[in-house]
């Protein structure tokens, strides 16, 4: 909402502007967006990664810790 408001004062203030930057808005949002699905694909492997170093520890703690009994 705060964005929409300063692109209102944009457009008031300088039009030819906040025009190019409606236009340029989409543009940008899609040369982005591999490097977003990059970040996904690499959180991904960060959480396998942590799970599969986490794997001995929680064999070894057994089945009672992992539903929450003592």
Do not use: N
Not at 16 to 32: E, G, H, N
């Amino acid at each position: 909402m705060a964005a929409f408001f300063l692109w209102l004062v944009l457009l008031v203030v300088c039009w030819p502007l906040a025009l190019l930057a409606l236009i340029a808005y989409p543009v940008v949002w899609l040369l982005l967006l591999p490097f977003r699905l990059l970040g996904v694909a690499a959180g991904g492997m960060f959480s396998l990664l942590g799970a599969l170093l986490a794997l001995p520890a929680r064999v070894l703690r057994g089945p009672a810790a992992a539903t929450g009994r003592r």
